[in-house]
């Protein structure tokens, strides 16, 4: 199927490694010029040169999305080089693993620390991205949540030593977000949807993996087994298998398609959500 993508514009934000390289490959090798950006300047630059590779435009900001002036710099930058912005995946995120267990023992800053790192990047970028599109006739804005909007693991189940409320309260929000932009901007063109992954092996993972291991006194070719059985479809996700629903979600032929949560989750969730 052709998505329609080629010679399109497409901001990605966190695409320096992990999903958001993933995702921003996957636009490229559709035809799609890209934007990417990152607070790791030299991985940010080695994977524009990879995108590069497929033969299209990409240019990298260094930026800090925690704030509205990095922000501004990418999306008002991105506007300034490519002419328009036809996509934005909201894909940055703040790293929340040290996050205690117990939620008594946590720190508001701590418990906030995906709504800051997170929503509010998220929710900054899609109101900057959205008079550049309404002057384009229209957009696509996916955001990249996780499904601990929708499950609280206990136990084994955890991939990452912290408490999961963080993600949780991160995610969530961003659904609420959707939903209310989605209402606001549907007129103009504009679909506005969330996906939620579930567990991915990006970079991170052999990580948790170790650290899990570590702390479990085991292998980790044992915690990663464990990790694998959680899913019904025997292992834990890879950015590919997350790219196909985003590019179509991304494409001038998903118009129809706003306001959706959508969960990548290989089985895993156990409610039934309609």
Request: hydrophobic letters at 40%; zero cysteines.
């Given at each position: 199927m052709d998505l329609k993508l080629k010679d399109t514009t497409v901001v990605v934000t966190g695409a320096s490694r992990g999903l958001g390289r993933d995702l921003a490959l996957a636009f490229a090798a559709e035809g799609a010029n890209l934007m990417i950006c990152a607070r790791d300047g030299a991985k940010l630059e080695a994977t524009a040169a990879e995108i590069r590779q497929a033969g299209v435009r990409c240019v990298a900001v260094v930026a800090d999305l925690k704030t509205g002036d990095g922000c501004r710099a990418v999306i008002e930058g991105a506007a300034r080089e490519?002419?328009?912005?036809?996509?934005?995946?909201?894909?940055?995120?703040?790293?929340?693993?040290?996050?205690?267990?117990?939620?008594?023992?946590?720190?508001?800053?701590?418990?906030?620390a995906r709504i800051h790192g997170k929503t509010m990047p998220a929710i900054r970028c899609s109101r900057l991205v959205l008079p550049h599109m309404r002057k384009a006739g229209g957009g696509r804005i996916v955001l990249i949540g996780g499904t601990a909007a929708r499950t609280v693991q206990r136990g084994d189940e955890i991939m990452n030593p912290g408490s999961t409320l963080p993600q949780g309260l991160g995610n969530a929000a961003l659904s609420v977000f959707a939903r209310q932009l989605s209402?606001?901007?549907?007129?103009?063109?504009?679909?506005?949807?969330?996906?939620?992954?579930?567990?991915?092996?990006?970079?991170?993972?052999?990580?948790?993996?170790?650290?899990?291991?570590?702390?479990?006194?085991?292998?980790?070719?044992?915690?990663?087994?464990?990790?694998?059985?959680?899913?019904?479809?025997?292992?834990?996700?890879?950015?590919?298998?997350?790219?196909?629903?985003?590019?179509?979600?991304?494409?001038?032929?998903?118009?129809?398609?706003?306001?959706?949560?959508?969960?990548?989750?290989?089985?895993?969730?156990?409610?039934?959500?309609?």
């Open positions: 490519f002419g328009r912005i036809d996509v934005l995946v909201n894909n940055a995120t703040a790293n929340v693993d040290s996050t205690p267990k117990k939620v008594e023992d946590a720190t508001d800053e701590q418990v906030l209402e606001e901007s549907a007129a103009y063109g504009i679909t506005v949807n969330v996906v939620h992954p579930h567990s991915v092996d990006t970079g991170r993972f052999k990580d948790h993996v170790a650290a899990r291991a570590k702390q479990l006194g085991e292998t980790p070719d044992q915690v990663e087994a464990r990790f694998n059985s959680f899913v019904p479809t025997g292992r834990v996700l890879y950015g590919a298998d997350i790219a196909p629903l985003v590019l179509l979600l991304a494409s001038p032929l998903s118009g129809q398609i706003t306001a959706q949560a959508i969960a990548v989750d290989g089985g895993a969730l156990r409610a039934i959500n309609y």
